[in-house]
Every structure is written in structure tokens, then in C-alpha cells.
């Protein structure tokens, strides 16, 4: 499968919690198959704004290694205002592309760890989630 993780990286976060998300994130990978032919995972990082780590399509993170690896290094610093719509956006984008390596053939699933609310500035979700159920049967929200 195509596995998205979009990780809110807000100060409302706060950094104690922050690690566990990321042990977290370490404890999941580690149980999924990761390979070429496997599981390929991509990570949004969002705040105000989304950041991308890496697509599908890097075939640099096509091992656990890399993938742990990768997680281990996510900067602990945090951002404010919760953007969940933008996050979404950026991994539909981004990841559910063929340039984002997204496979026709596998499943896409999209992980959304966040602890509050987005801004009330963001655009609705109901837009948003309808264009991501094209691509993705499954979508999971972890909330405090």
C-alpha cells in the first residue's frame, strides 16, 4: 500500500508529546513492509504551512532503515496555527500523484495525527476529504 502520514507539528503539540508522536510513527513503520514492491510511505509535516519529507516516488525510503532513519531526524521544532486543510491538500498534491509515486495498483491509506482543531481560516472539510475519498477508501484520524 501507499501510506500518507500527515503529522501536526504545532506548539499546542508540545514537545514531550511531539517525541511520542514520533515514536509512534517509528512503532507503525516498524510493522509494515516496506520495500520496492511493498509499502512506500510519504510524511507531510504541517503548521501554518505543509512540508513535504519525501514522496512514494523517492526510492531512497524504500526500506525501514531509511524510513526510520528518516523519522528519527524530524526536526522537533513546532510551528503555530493548526492548517489541517493545507496539510490535506499537499498530500493529495504531493503524494497521490503519479510524480508523487502514488501505484494504481495499491491501496492508498492517509494517517492524520493531529492534537486540536484546525483554523478557523481553513477552508471546509467537507470539500476537501470529498476530492481525497477519489484516491483514498481510507482515511484515519488520531485526535486527543
Known amino acids: 500500500m501507499d501510506v ?3 503529522v501536526d507539528r504545532t506548539k499546542s503539540v508540545r514537545p514531550e508529546n511531539f517525541k511520542l508522536v514520533k515514536g509512534f510513527l517509528l512503532e507503525i513503520c516498524d510493522a509494515l ?3 520496492p514492491n511493498a509499502t512506500h510511505t510519504g510524511f507531510v509535516l504541517f503548521a501554518k504551512s505543509p512540508n513535504v ?3 512514494f516516488a523517492d ?3 524504500y526500506s525501514s532503515e531509511s524510513v526510520h532513519h528518516l523519522i528519527q531526524n524530524i526536526p522537533e521544532n513546532l510551528g503555530s496555527r493548526t492548517f489541517i ?4 491538500k499537499a498530500a493529495n498534491n504531493s503524494l497521490f500523484t503519479d510524480e508523487g509515486g502514488d501505484r494504481p495498483d495499491f491501496p492508498n491509506v492517509l494517517i ?3 492534537d486540536g482543531k484546525t483554523n478557523p481560516d481553513s477552508e471546509p472539510f467537507s470539500g476537501i476529504i470529498s476530492s481525497l475519498k477519489v484516491r483514498m477508501p481510507i482515511i484515519a484520524v488520531c485526535h486527543r
Open 33 to 35: 513492509s516496506i520495500g
Open 53 to 55: 519529507l519525501n514522496t
Open 85 to 88: 486543510d493545507r496539510a490535506l
Open 112 to 114: 492524520l495525527l493531529t
Open 4 to 6: 500518507a502520514f500527515v
Open 59 to 61: 526510492s531512497q525510503y
